[in-house]
């Protein structure tokens, strides 16, 4: 899970292998809202305790190919150098290169061309980038940027939204 590259992942297929395996008895589970909100769905059917860590999100590509698109044609950075990226507050893309290589891109600055295929089409519908059903969310969405500080940087927003999520902080 280290770096973030935003593309939809299909995090949830190990249910239904966790709820054949009777020795599991707890889960955490770091998702974005998407997948916190079809995991919530079917929690009581897995009979397990269930801890949920969720992130902010903004965009996912649909696929790592598209992700991997965005990174060279519109970021013109390759996609393997490439450990992480976000759209940042200061609304630049943050790009973490391997080694201690780090880059901004102004969003306003990106081919109009990329947009479209960059974004998953479930996520230009979405009313959850806060992860809301998360027991705890976290991410820069509400936090800081001080300066010019780096994503790797800077505040995260902790948002503790139930007494599960207490405890677990």
Known sequence: GRGVKPSLAPSLNILDQVSRDTSIRRLLFCGVGCSVQALRAIEDD?????????????DNSPTPEAAANFMETGLQIPSDSA?????MQDFQVHVKTTGD???KKPYF????????P???VSCRACFDYTNALADVSVG?????LQGNARMDESWQ???????????MV
């Open 140 to 144: 820069y969405m509400g936090a800081p």
């Open 109 to 116: 600055s990106l081919p109009g061309t990329i947009a479209e």
């Open 83 to 87: 450990r992480g990226y976000e759209f």
């Open 118 to 120: 960059s974004i998953a």
């Open 101 to 103: 290589g780090y880059v």
């Open 157 to 167: 927003t902790l948002t503790v939204r139930n007494a599960r999520g207490a405890d």
């Open 46 to 58: 897995l009979n397990i305790e269930v801890f949920v860590l969720g992130t902010n999100c903004v």
